[in-house]
T-cell receptor, first 109, second 115 residues
Framework: GEDVEQSLFLSVREGDSSVINCTYT??????LYWYKQEPGAGLQLLTY?????DMKQDQRLTVLLNKKDKHLSLRIADTQTGDSAIYFC?????????FGAGTTVTVRA | DAGVIQSPRHEVTEMGQEVTLRCKPI?????LFWYRQTMMRGLELLIY????????DSGMPEDRFSAKMPNASFSTLKIQPSEPRDSAVYFC?????????????FGPGTRLTVL
């Protein structure tokens, strides 16, 4: 199956930018997603990018895709305490989503 | 809409007992997905349905697991008999269609503990 890898933890100061990285193995992945999971809750779709795009920006979120290196990143500008959560990278092939292990982002004052 | 509804939110049972997890997808959604989340294996797709029909159950770990969708508004995931290694958070998700850009909406999950 698809291998999706992420770093497990990220600590960032409030107001700084956060960058969460993800690598995957299947070059035929069509769509790539970022989900957010807050404590005790399900996953919430934040944003997605099609595999023929390099970048997508949505308010404070910027997604960068390097298809050659199979590397995906999520940048959160002006990180706030409400951004503390687990962030999952997911890649899609056919109808299946394969998820990374999740990056726990902690925002400190 | 209330979103995807799962019940119970927490379940504690003893090894060997039957466990039934329930899901109500968002009205009008044609696709329903069951996922399992553990520390060791992360988030795994167990099975998904399209128009109440199971399409891919290759993620179901073994015969102890079964899933049904008797109608468009209800699905169950059953474990019989349950084992301690089944302890996990089980998520149900639904989407309007199976399209690549179609969002999967997740329920709050059922935290299962098998003693």
């Amino acid at each position: 199956g698809e291998d999706v890898e992420q770093s497990l933890f990220l600590s960032v100061r409030e107001g700084d930018s956060s960058v969460i990285n993800c690598t995957y193995t299947d070059s035929s992945s069509t769509y790539l997603y970022w989900y957010k999971q807050e404590p005790g809750a399900g996953l919430q779709l934040l944003t997605y990018i099609f595999s023929n795009m390099d970048m997508k920006q949505d308010q404070r979120l910027t997604v960068l895709l390097n298809k050659k290196d199979k590397h995906l990143s999520l940048r959160i500008a002006d990180t706030q305490t409400g951004d503390s959560a687990i962030y999952f990278c997911a890649v899609r092939r056919d109808y299946k989503l394969s998820f990374g292990a999740g990056t726990t982002v902690t925002v400190r004052a | 809409d209330a979103g995807v509804i799962q019940s119970p939110r927490h379940e504690v049972t003893e090894m060997g007992q039957e466990v039934t997890l329930r899901c109500k997808p968002i009205s009008g959604h044609d696709y329903l997905f069951w996922y399992r989340q553990t520390m060791m294996r992360g988030l795994e797709l167990l099975i998904y349905f399209n128009n109440n029909v199971p399409i891919d159950d290759s993620g179901m770990p073994e015969d102890r697991f079964s899933a049904k969708m008797p109608n468009a508004s209800f699905s169950t995931l059953k474990i019989q008999p349950s084992e301690p290694r089944d302890s996990a958070v089980y998520f149900c998700a639904s989407s309007l269609s199976g399209g690549a850009t179609d969002t999967q909406y997740f329920g709050p999950g059922t935290r299962l503990t098998v003693l």
